[in-house]
């Protein structure tokens, strides 16, 4: 049974419990302790930088060549935050009543709370460090509002959001470094975790600029590595981002949660080609002001110019009048794809929507405008040749982010002790489906305010014999990664990891993606075998290990990846019910919104790594404070 | 469209390198130039050649780690785009592309067109940020800015740490860098206790790392993607100045 | 005195110097220039003024100054311009880079351009300074008769040939020099455009001054 230790009473209280049941460690004895960060992006940095300052020992792991370069940095639109300072009726209530309800009621309540309760402690800490949010003339700071609420509660940094608070976090971790207190390991890639007596003590990493592999062991291991969009090949995520860290702790015994809950974003800039390598997000801000619409007649093929008001469909407003354009994400992608499959999809392919900005400047000048999107609107314009302030932006939905991810407790600590998950890579805080600019709030929450109290917590409730790297753990751990790099040389097939991932994509989107239903993910998961079979029979990487390869690296995070692919599959086809980002087309209202089973399906689903058969472990939730209903944005 | 390549490869930092000439067919205007450059590297890797290693990885021009020196150019032909968001239309059929990695001696190469950036990061630890503890921070609205305060700080603060500045100096001077962390910091309240202290913290690691020195000869602000501007490197001077007579 | 250290000890603080010095040059220079256009008054006026001037102990000290400055400013510069030769380190772009091609014009020459004014200082000194002394009487006071020798230097096409292409090196200098020195002195950004056009104003002043002066010995003889 999962115990998910969600303090006692009253949800307003439970924090304020938990920080003073939280057993403490002396100041002087903190740094005795060391504790393993892998992960730099907002989570990470923010946890080890904090940690640091409190007095442990930290080791920091990225992959990258520096801290600052985590896909946190990429994050456009905003944070939210329950200031009010716009005084439009937002309180800690409102955002987590909004991120509960926006969540498709699939998230824990506790963690959902505390989240909101947090949030405004963010904003102070970002602005202290020096992050330039945008201001009012007087000096306050200003906000914009996004999708899925009513209130304005956006804080943001131009269409730079993400990247101001990562230097933020950054600039703060690399302080630490200056002092000492924490050990940088840049370019180097976590792959394998080490348990020993069923805690987490230490990971095993490989130096991508030497491919030496190397161990670290210590009294905590934290992950803060992100999200495995990527498993779909094509989506937002940096190219990098990988589920290798998540997935080799998932197979090292922790339960990965809800994995199929994707999130498909409504604003991104359509495919343009097979030659295709990621795709590019248009910050969820834009549909404060641009409006999304489509030809009303189908097969439409005049250009969007020519196309008079009354010829226009602008379906988001038209369906749901309440929110507007400013529905979830789940929502709004939805709708696009539906116009497309109507075959009233406009551009070569067919497959986007416009968002049209032609009222917008009419309204505030194409000067206030470009103060607000400027970065994006020039973004837009190198990738599609197109100049968006005279023809409207044509948008698609795509993969970026997941609400799925390792399983933790209220602690943030999951199934094996010691090995806590922050960030996109734990399933807590979204549900089926997270609104705009929240996932900023939870990195920096998870990292700043929540792991170092757990952290703490769980290195003074325990006593921990100091390991050292001739442990046989440790030795084992290191020789099976060893293994691992040696059995993709063996192959000695003739594709790249990067057509087998295509592969991988493509089966995902088609069957796992927006839409699912039962034949086609037993389909997929037939073929995800298959390929799994392919990629063990015909990968090619070279044969020099030793030094910086970034073939090695793709082959490790691909073979990952089709394991993680068939999971997806698996627990799609378990949740025979609709809700968020996660629609089973079996299960749909009428009117073609999701339909939800809250007497079989109100649970996480927690799966074990079992070969071939993961078990399914169910954690109830129950929702005492936030009252349950069918979502309407009408 | 037809294109010739000529490619910097190198083994190792110590192992000598050479131009490598490459030809690719097909390539299709809308592809990005890093897209260009994967499907070489597929193509490589399908007749079992160790293919080219390159720094990427938003490829939306934010996350600062591609850098590549394109016909001589830090990130190619075009002013305020870093490589991953330049597009193939920008070149035409039967161009020859000489692609180089980032030349500083601060910079050295790791392999192929891949550099080792981390003199970066050791100049911030040098003081590029705000001491303030998690949990003491004031309310966020205590702290007043105004607007064009604020806007002009997060011109500076735009920065992605690419290192194209240094690759097109001629003298690989990392001053834009340092400027645009120190004038970001300097012009915000919160950055000024540490005025002082924060700009010979990060002068002075600057120099150790090995970078030459600014001659004012303008071409790193035409070389950066973020459109960062010399008025920075002017504010550091003030700001090194200033901190003669301040502690 | 620790902060002015490092200050001084950083490649900053010591370009600082390099524009400080430079300004103070650039100051020497303009009024060295205004000073010999007395050539076009004539003779008396122009051989009065030297006079006045080597004539005051202050000289002296100005000379000593003066030789301070030239010191730091290249003696800074040529070390910084050693070291930035070293930060650029040997690799591939070496022939395919349009680093200097990207660099403002002036810029990319400095060292260059320095060294050969340095050039021409030394032989102006020989020239001048220490070169033939004739003497004339004017209202009974013996002063050194510096317009002769100065026309009849000018005379020669050879030298004044020298002279020209000295003054377009010096213009080059400082056309960058000017308002780089205020960049490094943090006062404007060369990027700002009133500077760079009164940099460039100054040094077409400074330089077309002087530039006029073998022009006009040459062909009118200082008659």
């Given at each position: 049974m999962l115990d998910s230790k969600i303090p006692s009473g009253p949800i307003e209280k439970k924090w304020t419990q938990r920080k003073f049941e939280n057993k403490l460690v002396n100041p002087a004895n903190r740094r005795k302790h060391t504790v393993l960060v892998v992960g730099t992006g907002l989570a990470g940095a923010s946890a080890a930088a904090s940690l640091a300052e409190q007095g442990y020992k930290v080791k920091v792991f990225t992959?990258?060549?520096?801290?600052?370069?985590?896909?946190?940095?990429?994050?456009?639109g905003g944070i939210n935050a329950a200031k009010n300072y716009q005084n439009d009726g937002d309180s800690v209530q409102r955002l987590f009543y909004d991120t509960i309800k926006g969540g498709d009621y699939r998230a824990r309540e506790a963690n959902v709370y505390r989240l909101a309760e947090v949030s405004v402690n963010i904003i102070d800490q970002c602005v202290a460090q020096g992050v330039p949010f945008a201001r009012e003339y007087g000096g306050t700071l200003t906000n914009r509002s996004f999708g899925?609420?009513?209130?304005?509660r956006t804080f943001y940094a131009r269409g730079q959001t993400g990247q101001q608070l990562l230097l933020g976090a950054y600039s703060s971790l690399m302080r630490q470094v200056g002092d000492n207190t924490v050990e940088l390991f840049t370019r180097h890639e976590m792959l394998d975790l080490i348990t020993v007596d069923g805690k987490a003590r230490g990971i095993v990493t490989r130096?991508?600029?030497?491919g030496e592999i190397t161990n670290h062991t210590g009294d905590a291991v934290i992950l803060a590595?992100?999200?495995?969009?990527?498993v779909f090949f094509?989506?937002?995520?940096?190219?990098?981002?990988?589920v290798t860290a998540s997935w080799r702790a998932h197979k090292r015994g922790a339960y990965m949660a809800n994995p199929c809950f994707t999130q498909i974003h409504p604003t991104c800039i359509p495919v343009s080609g097979d030659h295709q390598s990621k795709l590019t997000l248009m910050s969820e801000s834009l549909r404060n002001d641009g409006r999304v619409w489509v030809p009303?007649?189908?097969?439409?093929?005049?250009g969007p110019l020519e196309i008079s008001e009354d010829e226009r469909d602008y379906f988001l407003e038209r369906m749901?009048?309440?929110?507007?354009?400013?529905?979830?994400r789940d929502v709004a992608s939805r709708a696009a794809k539906r116009m497309c499959d109507e075959g009233r999809g406009v551009g070569s392919s067919k497959l986007s929507v416009y968002l049209d900005f032609a009222e917008s400047i009419q309204r505030m000048g194409e000067s206030k405008v470009r103060e607000k999107y400027g970065n994006l609107f020039q973004m837009y314009e190198k990738i599609t040749d197109e100049n968006p302030y005279k023809v409207p932006m044509r948008i698609y939905p795509a993969v970026h982010?997941?609400?799925?991810?390792l399983w933790v407790d209220y602690n943030l600590?999951?199934?094996?002790?010691g090995l806590f998950v922050l960030g996109?890579?734990?399933?807590?805080?979204?549900?089926?489906n997270r609104l705009g600019a929240s996932a900023l709030m939870q990195g920096l929450a998870d990292g700043y305010f929540i792991a170092p109290y757990s952290v703490g917590n769980y290195i003074g409730g325990e006593k921990l014999a100091s390991i050292k790297s001739d442990h046989e753990a440790v030795k084992a751990t290191t020789q099976a990664v060893k293994e691992r790099i040696e059995s993709f040389k063996k192959v000695?097939?003739?594709?790249?990891a990067e057509t087998l991932h295509r592969k991988l994509g493509k089966i995902m989107w088609d069957h796992c993606g927006m839409a699912r239903n039962e034949k086609g993910l037993k389909e997929a998961i037939q073929q995800i075998k298959t390929l799994k079979e392919e990629f063990w029979s015909t990968l090619w990487v070279p044969?020099?290990?030793?030094?910086?390869?970034s073939e090695i690296e793709k082959a490790g995070r691909v073979a990952d990846f089709i394991e993680l692919g068939e999971l997806m599959c698996i627990d799609a086809l378990e949740r025979r019910e609709s809700c968020g980002g996660h629609f089973?087309?079996?299960?749909?209202?009428?009117?073609g919104e999701t339909l939800r089973d809250d007497a079989n399906y109100s649970h996480v689903a927690a799966w074990e790594f079992m070969g071939d058969k993961p078990k399914l472990h169910k954690e109830p939730l129950n929702f005492e404070f936030a009252h349950i209903a069918q979502r309407n944005y009408k | 469209m037809k294109l010739n390549l000529k490619i910097w490869r190198q083994n190792g930092p110590s192992a000598p390198g050479n131009f490598v000439d490459y030809h690719v067919d097909?390539?299709?205007?809308?592809?990005?130039f890093l897209e260009m450059l994967d499907v070489l590297n597929v193509s490589l890797v399908n007749k079992k050649e160790t293919p080219i290693e390159f720094d990427h990885d938003?490829?939306?021009?934010?996350?600062?780690s591609c850098s590549l020196m394109i016909n001589g150019n830090a990130h190619g032909?075009?002013?305020?785009?870093?490589t991953c968001q330049?597009?193939?239309?920008?070149f035409k059929e039967g161009d020859t592309i000489v692609i180089e990695p980032w030349r500083a001696?601060?910079?050295?190469?790791?392999?192929?067109?891949s550099t080792d950036r981390t003199a970066f990061d050791r100049i911030m630890a040098?003081?590029?940020?705000?001491s303030v503890n998690t949990g003491?921070?004031?309310?966020?609205?205590s702290i007043l800015v105004g607007h064009d305060t604020a806007e002009s700080a997060m011109d500076s603060a735009a920065?992605?740490?690419?290192g194209a500045c240094v690759a097109s100096c001629k003298n690989s001077s990392a001053m834009l860098f340092v400027s645009a962390k120190v004038s970001h910091l300097a012009q915000l309240p919160q950055g000024h206790p540490e005025r002082a202290k924060r700009v010979r913290g990060m002068v002075t690691q600057m120099d150790q790392e090995g970078f030459g020195n600014c001659s004012n000869t303008g071409a790193c602000e035409a070389a950066c993607p973020k459109e960062i501007t010399l008025e920075n490197i002017a504010q550091l001077n003030r700001e090194i100045v200033r901190a003669v007579f301040k502690d | 005195m620790a902060h002015l250290k490092t200050f001084l000890k950083s490649s900053v603080g010591r370009k600082f110097l390099v524009g400080l010095t430079g300004l103070g040059l650039s100051g020497f220079v303009l009024t060295h220039m205004a000073g010999n256009m007395l050539m076009f008054v004539g003779p008396e006026a122009y051989n009065t003024y030297g006079h006045k001037l080597t004539s005051t102990p202050l000289i002296y000290l100005a000379e000593a100054g003066l030789l301070a400055m030239f010191v730091v400013h290249m003696g800074l510069a040529l070390k910084l311009a050693l070291e930035n030769k070293q930060a650029?380190?040997?690799?591939?772009?070496?022939?395919?880079?349009n680093c200097e091609k990207n660099a403002r014009f002036g810029s990319r020459y400095m060292a260059l351009t320095g060294i050969l004014v340095l050039a021409f200082i030394v032989l102006h000194l020989i020239s001048f300074k220490y070169g033939t002394y004739y003497s004339v009487n004017y209202q009974g006071v013996e002063m050194r008769d510096l317009h002769r020798l100065v026309v009849e230097k000018f005379k020669s096409p050879l030298y004044s040939g020298w002279y020209l292409f000295s003054m377009i090196v010096l213009f080059v200098h400082l056309a960058h020099g000017f308002s780089a020195a205020f960049q490094s002195l943090g006062f404007?950004?060369?990027?700002?455009c009133l500077i760079k056009k009164i940099g460039w104003a100054f040094a077409l002043l400074v330089a077309g001054g002087f530039f006029i002066q073998p022009i006009y010995g040459y062909f009118y003889g200082g008659n």
């Open positions: 992959y990258h060549e520096s801290p600052r370069r985590a896909h946190s940095i990429a994050a456009q899925g609420t009513q209130v304005s130096d991508l600029k030497t590595t992100g999200g495995y969009g990527n094509l989506s937002t995520n940096a190219k990098a981002s990988n009303k007649k189908t097969g439409d093929n005049r749901y009048p309440a929110f507007g354009n400013l529905v979830p982010y997941v609400m799925g991810g600590m999951s199934n094996i002790p996109e890579a734990n399933f807590s805080d979204h549900g089926a000695n097939g003739n594709q790249s044969q020099d290990d030793r030094c910086l390869s089973r087309e079996e299960m749909q209202t009428p009117e | 097909h390539v299709s205007p809308d592809m990005s938003c490829r939306e021009g934010i996350c600062g032909p075009e002013t305020g785009t870093a330049l597009h193939m239309r920008r001696k601060a910079f050295p190469v790791i392999k192929d067109l040098a003081g590029g940020f705000v003491n921070a004031p309310e966020a609205n920065c992605i740490g690419c | 650029r380190g040997t690799g591939p772009s070496q022939n395919a880079s404007f950004s060369v990027r700002n």
